[in-house]
């Protein structure tokens, strides 16, 4: 099941354990763990001075009282000083001792601060990469939702050369209106040349195609020819639905259901919604987020939307950044989701 970003105060978000980033004496102090007392009543604290304090990377667990949830699990990050002192392992063991006892306590839904990415100076960009890292390490294996919660937008931050380098591509391709206009009608002729010839994915040189002068749409969408054998496979395929295009490209990748639909950020159920029912219409989300994971290049992730009812947009920033990532060859979506979040757009998955 999924990882997914939220903006929020972590009191407030209902679900079977929040993590407190707390300090050795586990006796409460500022930030999110003055905020989790604060919300959960001084039971939470009663409780804690029964618990002997608690050591860096380790993670104790005491009931939620007056909060939204059944358990508080309390961990304690690591001070950050130059990243030579072990910091980052003991990040990492914050992240994986508390969904251990997550697990141990029939946990299927977590919530996370940035651990140790406030007052205890962990830099955020870093910060970030670790808990993605731990948490979708852990998903792998397990069924739970997980929920990275950002507490201010100033405390999220993907690198300023990654943000700068989106941000560029915005100006240039985002339209505030959406209107076909020439420019867009050229853009769409130019990426359709460079995949044609390409110069986008490295793909071997096909023999290049002068797109007519009035060709304002994506190319036709090229079934690449190890997957669409003969006519009437072909006249298939254009009549195959979302469902059908989606269950045969998890068949062409050679990757298991699971692991697509893992790596889409999409949970089980949902899979198997989509898999049992062939007219099944997902939300265009989620559409990207299959994708992504299935690393189609941009006319194919167009073709998929179209059987879904949608398409790209140059008036969807979220789409921008999306293609953004599709053109640049990184189709890790938990790349894609820090900058849709960073970008304040919806995030890809669940
Ligand atoms: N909900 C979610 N996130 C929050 C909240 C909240 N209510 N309040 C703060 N945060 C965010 C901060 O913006 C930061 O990104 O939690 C992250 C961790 O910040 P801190 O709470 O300062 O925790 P940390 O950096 O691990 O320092 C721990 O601070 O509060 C004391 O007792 C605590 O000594 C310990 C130290």
């Given at each position: 099941?999924?990882?997914?970003?939220?903006r929020?105060?972590?009191?407030?978000?209902?679900?079977?354990?929040?993590?407190?980033?707390?300090?050795h004496?586990?006796?409460?102090?500022?930030?999110?763990?003055?905020?989790?007392?604060?919300a959960?009543?001084?039971?939470?604290?009663?409780?804690?001075?029964?618990?002997?304090?608690?050591?860096?990377g380790?993670?104790?667990?005491?009931?939620?009282?007056?909060?939204?949830c059944?358990?508080?699990?309390?961990?304690?990050?690591?001070?950050?000083?130059?990243?030579k002192?072990?910091?980052?392992?003991?990040?990492?063991?914050?992240?994986?001792?508390?969904l251990?006892?997550?697990?141990?306590?029939q946990?299927?839904s977590?919530?996370?601060?940035?651990?140790?990415?406030?007052?205890y100076?962990?830099p955020?960009t870093?910060?970030?990469?670790?808990?993605?890292?731990?948490?979708?390490?852990?998903?792998?294996d397990?069924d739970?939702?997980?929920?990275?919660?950002i507490?201010?937008?100033?405390?999220?931050?993907?690198?300023?050369?990654?943000?700068s380098?989106?941000?560029e591509?915005?100006?240039?391709?985002?339209?505030?209106?959406?209107s076909?206009?020439?420019?867009?009608?050229?853009?769409?002729?130019?990426?359709?040349?460079?995949f044609?010839?390409?110069?986008?994915?490295?793909?071997k040189?096909?023999e290049?195609?002068?797109?007519?002068?009035?060709?304002?749409?994506?190319?036709?969408p090229l079934?690449?020819?190890?997957?669409?054998?003969?006519?009437?496979?072909?006249?298939k395929v254009?009549?195959?639905?979302?469902?059908?295009?989606?269950?045969?490209?998890?068949?062409?990748?050679?990757?298991?259901?699971?692991?697509c639909?893992?790596?889409?950020?999409?949970?089980?159920?949902?899979?198997?919604?989509?898999?049992?029912n062939?007219?099944?219409?997902?939300?265009?989300p989620t559409?990207?987020?299959?994708?992504i994971?299935l690393?189609?290049?941009?006319?194919?992730?167009?073709?998929?939307?179209?059987?879904?009812?949608?398409?790209?947009?140059?008036?969807?920033?979220?789409?921008?950044?999306?293609?953004?990532?599709?053109?640049?060859?990184?189709?890790?979506?938990?790349?894609?989701?820090?900058?849709?979040?960073?970008?304040?757009?919806?995030?890809?998955?669940?």
């Amino acid at each position: 099941m999924p990882l997914k970003l939220i903006r929020n105060d972590i009191t407030r978000v209902e679900c079977d354990a929040i993590v407190n980033a707390a300090n050795h004496t586990l006796l409460g102090g500022g930030g999110v763990d003055g905020a989790i007392h604060r919300a959960a009543g001084k039971k939470l604290l009663e409780e804690c001075r029964t618990l002997n304090g608690c050591d860096t990377g380790e993670a104790k667990i005491t009931k939620g009282y007056d909060l939204p949830c059944r358990y508080v699990i309390h961990t304690v990050g690591p001070i950050y000083t130059d990243g030579k002192h072990g910091e980052e392992q003991l990040l990492r063991n914050c992240y994986r001792n508390s969904l251990k006892l997550g697990l141990e306590h029939q946990c299927e839904s977590m919530a996370f601060p940035l651990i140790s990415a406030g007052a205890y100076g962990y830099p955020r960009t870093e910060a970030l990469r670790i808990a993605t890292d731990e948490i979708t390490s852990f998903l792998s294996d397990h069924d739970m939702m997980v929920y990275l919660v950002i507490f201010d937008q100033k405390a999220f931050q993907i690198s300023s050369h990654l943000y700068s380098d989106i941000q560029e591509y915005i100006d240039q391709n985002y339209a505030e209106t959406h209107s076909d206009s020439i420019s867009e009608r050229r853009r769409r002729r130019n990426y359709a040349k460079e995949f044609i010839s390409g110069s986008f994915f490295g793909r071997k040189k096909t023999e290049e195609k002068e797109w007519e002068e009035n060709e304002a749409v994506f190319p036709p969408p090229l079934y690449s020819s190890e997957s669409v054998e003969s006519l009437e496979e072909r006249l298939k395929v254009i009549d195959e639905s979302f469902s059908e295009m989606l269950l045969r490209k998890i068949d062409e990748s050679g990757m298991k259901d699971s692991e697509c639909y893992k790596k889409a950020n999409i949970d089980r159920k949902l899979f198997s919604k989509i898999r049992s029912n062939p007219s099944y219409k997902p939300s265009k989300p989620t559409v990207l987020a299959f994708a992504i994971a299935l690393e189609l290049p941009l006319p194919e992730t167009e073709e998929m939307l179209m059987k879904a009812g949608f398409a790209l947009s140059p008036s969807s920033k979220a789409d921008i950044i999306v293609e953004y990532f599709i053109k640049n060859g990184n189709y890790d979506i938990f790349d894609i989701n820090d900058a849709l979040f960073a970008f304040d757009q919806p995030t890809l998955g669940v």
